[in-house]
């Protein structure tokens, strides 16, 4: 069984989250963004926090499948990523793309589709920020887990946003979809398999 010693675990998955930013960084800097550096970058930014997020939502199923702990421990740490990665996503369009034009801004966001439910995403992803600390889930004690199943309609989202944004080649939207579709029975799967060991067995006369 794989195991990582517990005082490698944070440092090593901080610094692979912020490994697309700072290549992201050197790719600016030696001009190899291509022709459109802001749809670059706006691509580089959503994509891994779409890639962040499915790999927070896999760390249960991969705790119940192969037994493995210690993901737990950075759950957290990859929740904030995908969090940081979405600002960067949303700051791209709003600074480089929009120039803070705020009517062209909210127009874009009433009348295109894939930026009104990817707007939604983000919208929906900061309760879930603001809340991920240890006294918000003292404080919101039940109510904080029916909160942040939020992130599974978050997901949802994210890949609609994906799918619409894509003008002809939908592989990798559609691999993503199909990794979240593949959580979800997972998670769908354990639901019931909890309820049946719960559920008394019938008695006989």
């Known amino acids: 069984m794989f195991r990582m010693k517990p005082v490698l675990i944070k440092p090593l998955v901080f610094i692979a989250c912020l490994l697309p930013l700072v290549f992201g960084i050197w790719a600016g800097f030696t001009d190899q963004l291509g022709a459109n550096p802001i749809e670059e970058i706006t691509h580089r930014t959503g994509d891994w926090a779409l890639r962040l997020l499915l790999i927070t939502l896999a760390i249960t199923p991969a705790r119940r499948l192969f037994g493995w702990n210690w993901p737990l421990r950075v759950r957290r740490m990859l929740g904030l990523f ?24 909210l127009k874009d966001i009433i009348k295109r589709p894939y930026i009104t439910i990817g707007f939604s995403a983000f919208v929906l992803l900061i309760p879930l920020a ?61 639901q019931r398999q909890s309820l049946s060991t719960r559920r008394p067995a019938p008695q006989t006369s």
């Open 130 to 190: 603001i809340t991920s600390t240890n006294a918000m889930m003292r404080r919101l004690g039940k109510r904080w887990g029916q909160l942040h199943q939020l992130v599974y309609v978050v997901a949802v989202f994210g890949i609609l946003h994906y799918l619409w944004l894509v003008k002809a080649d939908y592989l990798l939207p559609l691999i993503h979809a199909a990794i979240l579709l593949a959580l979800l029975l997972v998670r769908v799967w354990y």
């Open 82 to 105: 995908t969090f940081f990665y979405a600002c960067l996503h949303l700051l791209t369009y709003f600074v480089l793309d929009q120039f803070f034009d705020w009517d062209e801004i």
